[in-house]
């Protein structure tokens, strides 16, 4: 039986209740909005790209569970700085790992979001955990229209 | 509702019950399962799931058209599921009672044909406690007629304003679609007084009694409703089956809004003549083993006793309630003076959505989410709730269970 530990790891935890990066951003340069149906979440993504094609800053708002808060959270941290090549490579490795179809977090890349493969064991909320990562390859793709996991 | 109406004598057996229902007899997460999401579907008890079992093993063959023996085996249990269903509904005859896939289908189907014969400017109202599928359809069809959808407004407790109700009613409002009770909130509304003044105005009235028809009686004819869905699932039926009751009067008027076999009296390329009621709106193949599990459904619900049934799950509901307000930090969504069934509550800044997981790791099943009724999340200002909703077979144990999971939620979440 898996424990719901593995799900709700304290990083997990900290960043659903403690969400950084959250607040609205009116001058940014890429938006995209993302709902779960299922479970009622939402999120409104914004990021700032340069020129040079890097993400400059990254924030959200939104009302969600703990595992899609703290998704957006740990997403926002790790893709700021990034350029948006780096950034779509790190959510085929995101997705890749919470679906199970690449279960290694040996590797480097994922760093911090690694705690996010214990997810697996519970198929019903993979979907929050991909939320704002679908709204971020929606918002890098400069698609105006909300993005759902459904 | 009518729990003093009960002798002891009638009272349910509540473990008998629960013999009855295979499913209910198993560990999920290597815990006794506690199933509390009797709102979103119902689960069978043994007499139904047979009465199919039997239909494919004896009887299978499609109604209305065979000559052979089967058909005629397979026609008249389709049929006498149509008998069981009018008297249940207390309808005044059969063809009035027309089999859809559930309830969503049936409030379609009314506004798709019905909404026909309404034109640009008139209304429909609804209140702010509806399903999305008593909502999604009125709007589709404001755009494809030009009709205007008012909404009744609901109190802090779940309940409907009745005076803004009839405020919002006038000459020009032709039909008024409302649910008996609320899915999300547990709030059952005063039917009979709503149809008496939306008559008074000249308008028709649709009930969805989805959630209403396992444990409150719906008398067509006491209420003088003009529609009644319903959807078998929550009625202990299979899925895939619902009901459309109409008056007679009304269904005639109404064209058929899709065609094919059953639906017929004769086709050439150049005129078709319509079958009567009720085969005019049920064109093709429909879920026989479907009716016939319903019909068996209704067979087992009336041999329990809808005052039974409400009696019992009154006495859980009561006993929830108060173990729930127990818990630091639940805060009960839906206070009706009436309501039955339905607990809806967040657990502090805790969302829904966790807690279902933990509960579900505990053996319990809850439903979380917006249940489909988004416009009732928007007016208690919160995105979601958790559901524990009740049927005959629940017991205070299960609420007991649900409490103890709860305070694992907390313990893990909070
Ligand atoms: C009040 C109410 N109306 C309508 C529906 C829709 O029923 P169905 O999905 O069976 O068509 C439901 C069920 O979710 C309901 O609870």
Not at chain 1, 37 to 62: H, N, T, Y
Not at chain 2, 106 to 117: D, K, M, P, Q, T
Not at chain 2, 119 to 135: F, K, P, R, V, W
Not at chain 2, 352 to 374: K, S, Y
């Amino acid at each position: 039986m898996s424990d719901l530990r593995d799900l709700y790891q304290d990083l997990i935890l900290d960043h659903g209740k403690k969400p950084r990066n959250f607040r609205k951003d009116d001058a940014c340069t890429h938006h995209a909005e993302g709902f779960n149906p299922l479970c009622g979440d939402q999120i409104a993504l914004f990021l700032r790209v340069s020129q040079d094609g890097k993400v400059e800053d990254a924030c959200f708002q939104g009302k969600g569970c703990a595992i899609s808060t703290a998704s957006a959270s740990m997403m926002t941290a790790a893709v700021k700085g990034m350029t948006v090549e780096e950034a779509r490579r790190l959510f085929v490795r995101f997705r890749d790992l919470i679906t199970g179809v690449d279960p290694s977090t040996s590797d480097s890349e994922l760093g911090k979001l690694a705690v996010f493969d214990g997810i697996r064991e519970y198929p019903n909320r993979i979907k929050c955990a991909a939320l704002p990562w679908h709204a971020l390859t929606t918002a890098l793709d400069g698609n105006a229209d909300p993005v759902s996991t459904e | 509702m009518s729990a003093a109406t009960v002798t002891p004598a009638e009272r349910i057996d509540v473990d008998a019950i629960r013999a009855e229902f295979p499913v209910l007899h198993q560990q999920v997460h290597g815990k006794p399962l506690v199933y509390l999401d009797n709102a979103a579907t119902k689960h069978k008890p043994r007499a139904v799931i047979d009465s199919q079992t039997h239909y494919y093993e004896h009887d299978n063959a499609n109604i209305h058209r065979g000559v052979h023996l089967l058909s005629c085996r397979a026609t008249d249990a389709y049929e006498g599921a149509r008998a069981r269903v009018r008297r249940f509904l207390n309808a005044a005859e059969d063809a009035e009672i027309l089999f859809t896939r559930g309830t969503t289908e049936g409030i379609n189907r009314v506004a798709r044909s019905y909404g026909e014969l309404l034109a640009a400017g008139d209304e429909i109202l609804i209140t702010h406690m509806e399903h999305h599928s008593n909502i999604v359809p009125w709007q589709m069809l404001a755009k494809r007629k030009g009709t205007v959808l008012k909404v009744a407004p609901i109190d802090d407790a779940g309940q409907l304003d009745v005076a803004a109700f009839e405020r919002l009613l006038s000459p020009r409002t032709k039909l008024v679609s409302i649910v008996h009770q609320s899915n999300s909130l547990g709030t059952i509304n005063p039917i009979a007084e709503l149809i008496a003044k939306a008559h008074a105005v000249g308008a028709v009235v649709l009930v969805d009694a989805a959630q209403s028809c396992s444990h409150l009686k719906v008398d067509v004819r006491a209420l003088d409703a003009d529609f009644v869905v319903l959807s078998s699932h929550k009625l202990y039926g299979p899925t895939g089956v619902g009901v459309l009751y109409g008056k007679r009067a009304l269904l005639d008027r109404m064209p058929p809004d899709e065609g094919g076999g059953d639906m017929i009296l004769s086709v050439t390329f150049e005129k078709t003549i319509y079958n009567k009621l009720p085969h005019k709106f049920e064109a093709g193949t429909p879920n026989i083993a479907g009716v016939i599990g319903l019909g068996a459904a209704i067979e087992w619900v009336e041999s329990k006793g809808l005052d039974a049934i409400a009696a019992h799950e009154d006495d859980v509901l009561r006993y929830g309630t108060q173990k729930l307000c127990e818990i630091p930090g639940v805060r009960i969504i839906g206070t009706a003076t009436h309501k039955a069934s339905v607990l809806s509550f967040t657990l502090g800044e805790i969302h829904p959505h966790d807690v279902g997981t933990v509960l579900d790791m505990e053996g319990v099943a809850i439903r979380t989410g917006h249940h489909c009724t988004q416009p009732v999340m928007d007016r208690f200002g919160v995105p979601a709730t958790a559901r524990a909703s009740l049927a005959v077979y629940n017991t205070r144990a299960d609420i007991d269970a649900l409490c103890a999971a709860l305070h694992k939620a907390i313990e893990v979440l909070g």
